[in-house]
């Protein structure tokens, strides 16, 4: 036997001597050292009673001591667990009781807390780690005398991510050694990555984007990375001209579009820009390649799946879609209600079936039942269409769908053409409850600094556009539309904002 992924991450050091990770500050890991930690930390785990199978769960900032943390973890055969770093001690109760891991690594100016929790759960050893060297693990794993590499099949857990729980309370997606190693090999290969590869990496890793895709191709392509806590436009300026690619969120691109240092001349050398984690906009896509010379690389993914469609390295990259379906991933569109499978170019839900696919939910095998198809085919819960090229467009998410009057509408679409209106920066449509129609398409808009737009102004561009149903009855207007760590339009937040306005009586 063998351990599955930590065999193939380990079998694809170049040389122990290669700088694996420079820090912001000039200071570099090498392949060797990073290891050399892995080692000692897995074998600490397992000094400590962890054994295949235990959930090792992690709320600490982004490190490369972290990155090691992950790797150890994997290579003692436990299941790696990241947490937001943004989530209370309260919250932390829910996951902790969940997961039941049998050790934790918090903050540590958490620590205390953290340590309460886990004696009041009956759960866990609580150690601590920083990003300085600092907290109580890095000691305590100095004189772990090294153990053999654990025994992992590809069908054993890797990891459990848990989804941001916007439609109710959080699920774990469990993810295999298989799972993640075959999405992260595709990726190598599509994305045409090599040893000399330097990635800008300026993502969270409690996240699947920042360590799944982001690390593991890395890794895998025996490349390196330039690592940043976090973005800062400032520094991501400075540190391009070291960097052969860089994977971000629409975010960062809009915040470098924004930044007078961003220019042609300081990309002419990057290879590859790639999007993920939520959708980019089409006036993104094209005022960054006017800048730049570059075509966004956007891709689609989400926390169950990994990777599963992703646009072309070769080819046209068409702004507003996520590309082909990546090889070994199968994806169909269905109707959201029957499961029937849809022709090309109808609007339904998105369905995926290949070995990237995860394993099901934790301790909840009814839902994991629910989201499956009998053929093996995964309900992703986005909501989207094939075009007659094969690209596919997310269209949005089923759960967002506003039914009005009995007619769906799809929010993208609205979206789309709102976005186009002059003065408009984006906008979020959502379905509120309505006495009369069941739902009422509502608009949340963000404007430009000094346009003079308001509600009438968007209802009026909007009628020789969209069908009577489709346009917005309220049209309201905010400095920035709410999003979580990913970039993510929070629409949950904004249902729970707006909630009353179609109330009898309300103004």
């Known amino acids: 036997m063998s351990n599955h992924l930590f065999d193939a991450i380990a079998a694809a050091i170049p040389d122990r001597g290669k700088t694996l990770i420079e820090l912001g500050d000039g200071t570099q890991i090498s392949y060797g050292r990073l290891f050399d930690l892995v080692e000692r930390l897995a074998s600490h785990l397992i000094r400590a009673g962890v054994v295949p199978g235990d959930r090792v769960a992690v709320q600490v900032e982004k490190s490369w001591e972290n990155l090691a943390l992950y790797l150890a973890c994997v290579r003692a055969g436990a299941v790696y667990l990241p947490l937001n770093t943004a989530y209370p001690l309260a919250e932390l109760e829910y996951f902790i009781g969940d997961a039941q891991p049998s050790f934790v690594v918090c903050r540590p100016e958490s620590e205390a807390g953290v340590r309460g929790l886990c004696a009041r759960l009956g759960r866990a050893t609580v150690e601590s780690l920083g990003t300085r060297g600092d907290g109580t693990l890095l000691a305590a794993a100095a004189d772990a005398p090294i153990r053999p590499v654990v025994d992992r099949d590809a069908e054993d857990l890797a990891a459990i991510l848990y989804t941001s729980g916007t439609t109710g309370r959080s699920k774990g997606a469990m993810l295999t050694h298989e799972n993640l190693l075959s999405n992260a090999q595709v990726l190598v290969d599509y994305w045409r990555f090599t040893g000399e590869d330097v990635l800008l990496h300026a993502l969270p890793i409690f996240h699947t984007h920042g360590l799944f895709v982001a690390s593991n191709v890395i890794l895998l392509a025996g490349g390196s990375m330039i690592f940043l806590p976090k973005f800062d436009a400032d520094e991501v300026v400075r540190l391009l001209p070291k960097a052969t690619s860089m994977m971000a969120v629409p975010t960062f691109y809009v915040r470098l579009l924004e930044h007078p240092g961003f220019t042609r001349a300081l990309t002419k050398h990057i290879r590859l820009f790639t999007s993920g984690s939520a959708p980019l906009l089409a006036e993104t896509h094209r005022a960054f390649s006017e800048r730049t010379g570059h075509a966004i690389l956007e891709r689609y993914g989400m926390t169950e799946?990994?990777?599963?469609?992703?646009?072309?390295?070769?080819?046209?990259?068409?702004?507003?879609?996520?590309?082909?379906?990546?090889?070994?991933?199968?994806?169909?569109?269905?109707?959201?209600?029957?499961?029937?499978?849809?022709?090309?170019?109808?609007?339904?839900?998105?369905?995926?079936?290949?070995?990237?696919?995860?394993?099901?939910?934790?301790?909840?095998?009814?839902?994991?039942?629910?989201?499956?198809?009998?053929?093996?085919?995964?309900?992703?819960?986005?909501?989207?269409?094939?075009?007659?090229?094969?690209?596919?467009?997310?269209?949005g998410r089923a759960k967002d769908l506003v039914i009005t009057g009995g007619y769906n509408v799809y929010p993208k679409e609205v979206e789309t053409e709102i976005d186009a209106i002059a003065g408009v920066v984006e906008s979020a449509v959502i379905g509120l409850p309505h006495p009369d129609f069941g739902e009422g398409v509502t608009a949340?808009?963000?404007?430009?600094?000094?346009?003079?737009?308001?509600?009438?102004?968007?209802?009026?561009?909007?009628?020789?556009?969209?069908?009577?149903?489709?346009?917005?009855?309220?049209?309201?207007?905010?400095?920035?539309?709410?999003?979580?760590?990913?970039?993510?339009?929070?629409?949950?937040?904004?249902?729970?904002?707006?909630?009353?306005?179609?109330?009898?009586?309300?103004?």
Do not use: C
Request: charged residues 30%.
């Open 305 to 395: 799946t990994n990777m599963n469609t992703s646009n072309p390295y070769d080819g046209d990259r068409i702004p507003g879609t996520v590309g082909f379906p990546l090889p070994g991933v199968e994806l169909r569109v269905a109707d959201v209600e029957s499961g029937r499978v849809l022709p090309q170019g109808e609007v339904g839900v998105l369905e995926v079936r290949g070995p990237n696919v995860f394993k099901g939910y934790w301790r909840m095998p009814e839902k994991t039942q629910a989201e499956f198809r009998p053929d093996g085919f995964f309900i992703t819960g986005d909501v989207g269409r094939i075009d007659e090229r094969g690209y596919v467009h997310i269209v």
């Open 444 to 507: 949340v808009v963000v404007r430009e600094k000094g346009a003079n737009l308001g509600e009438e102004d968007v209802i009026s561009a909007l009628a020789d556009r969209l069908a009577k149903f489709k346009q917005p009855k309220r049209v309201f207007f905010v400095d920035e539309l709410p999003r979580n760590t990913m970039g993510k339009v929070q629409k949950n937040v904004l249902r729970d904002t707006y909630a009353g306005t179609y109330e009898r009586g309300a103004a």
